[in-house]
T-cell receptor
Framework: AQSVAQPEDQVNVAEGNPLTVKCTYS??????LFWYVQYPNRGLQFLLK??????LVKGSYGFEAEFNKSQTSFHLKKPSALVSDSALYFC????????????FGTGTRLTIIP | DTGVSQNPRHKITKRGQNVTFRCDPI?????LYWYRQTLGQGPEFLTY????????KSRLLSDRFSAERPKGSFSTLEIQRTEQGDSAMYLC????????????FGSGTQLSVL
């Protein structure tokens, strides 16, 4: 079984400040980890992924995420937030040894305050 | 690429009626996925095709649900004898052979069962 937890429904950050959106996961095998973003009236968009290798993964729009195996976490980060980063963010996991199914978290709404 | 296209954008139906949704993936993407998303939740996996073969089905997909992908191009998702609990956003995604871990999502079909 695989699952994802996003402990914060809502995160508010002032523009220009660093942001973190938290994600922890559970998977029986080796994980593939992802972040997707959803803007209003638009489909989910891929941000970044961790497959193997370097624990720090860089993605679109200046976002990055760090894979921490011991804490089973994959937090999304950005050094300086923009108002345009305001959106709904989803973390997802797939068991690389099992199937093609992506399991998503419940999402975190990120609001950047000007 | 022109993106993943889903039709219709919205569908309102009465309980007990049958509905069919269509998804046109990005051309030459051999993998196609259906997900369902309800308010306040992340997308939930329904089924997955590689070319025309349906390789995975979630236990969420009851006997009233059927999906097809004839000729490995567009896909249809049919729900028979709709129930109010079927009300949700139905999302389609596709990925290609070389970048299978990056899913491209459509904007979805919003189903309301009255």
């Amino acid at each position: 079984a695989q699952s994802v937890a996003q402990p914060e429904d809502q995160v508010n950050v002032a523009e220009g400040n660093p942001l973190t959106v938290k994600c922890t996961y559970s998977v029986s095998g080796n994980p593939y980890l992802f972040w997707y973003v959803q803007y209003p009236n638009r489909g989910l968009q891929f941000l970044l992924k961790y497959i193997t290798g370097d624990n720090l993964v860089k993605g679109s729009y200046g976002f990055e995420a760090e894979f921490n195996k011991s804490q089973t976490s994959f937090h999304l980060k950005k050094p300086s937030a923009l108002v345009s980063d305001s959106a709904l963010y989803f973390c997802a996991v797939r068991d690389r040894d099992q199937n093609e199914k992506l399991t998503f978290g419940t999402g975190t709404r990120l609001t950047i305050i000007p | 690429d022109t993106g993943v296209s889903q039709n219709p954008r919205h569908k309102i139906t009465k309980r007990g009626q049958n509905v069919t949704f269509r998804c046109d993936p990005i051309s030459e993407h051999n993998r196609l996925y259906w997900y369902r998303q309800t308010l306040g939740q992340g997308p939930e996996f329904l089924t997955y095709f590689q070319n025309e073969a349906q390789l995975e089905k979630s236990r969420l997909l009851s006997d009233r649900f059927s999906a097809e992908r004839p000729k490995g191009s567009f896909s249809t998702l049919e729900i028979q004898r709709t129930e109010q609990g079927d009300s949700a956003m139905y999302l389609c995604a596709s990925s290609d052979r070389g970048r299978r871990e990056k899913l491209f999502f459509g904007s979805g079909t919003q189903l309301s069962v009255l």
